[in-house]
């Protein structure tokens, strides 16, 4: 941290290569526009905990880009504070960024209250498609209950546990 080069660079190299006149503007500006919180604990304080959080990294939150980008401890800073509060994205199978696919039986009801809405907004009568077309009906009932639907049972347990390619 403290190495001997840095007793070798003349002032205003160094300051220039530590970006310290940056952080004096912004603990300025940062202070000029606080002045009246500031007035309660005093200036000293104010700095010192400014560069307490320049030290920490903690001083690019709530920042606006043009901040962050402004020196190379910033951008670290940032990338520090990104990683702690994403790293656990993705270990636990990805839920933070999708929830788990539903079950066939919610996706029964979904489909369920899907048709029910359609047919609402359609404005068409269980009666009336009951009347008009009683074939199809009759059909899809010996079919659910056959054994015929068996094969098409594993097909669509199946593609429901593959899991989504994008992301």
Known sequence: MLSPERLSLPGPEY??????????EDAVSQLLENRED???YGIARFFTEYFNSVRQG??????EFSFIQATPHN?????RTFWRCF???GKNGDEAIMPPPPSLANDFYLFQDLAKRVADTLQILLEVVKDTHPKLLTILLVLQNSSL???????WQ???LVEPTCK
């Open 75 to 79: 951008r670290a800073s940032f990338l």
């Open 149 to 155: 639907l068996d094969p098409t049972k594993a097909i």
């Open 87 to 89: 790293r656990a994205v």
């Open 38 to 40: 500031i007035s309660q």
């Open 158 to 160: 199946n593609t429901a």
């Open 58 to 63: 903690t001083h690019i939150l709530f920042r």
């Open 15 to 24: 300051l220039a290569q530590r970006h310290v006149l940056t952080y004096m």
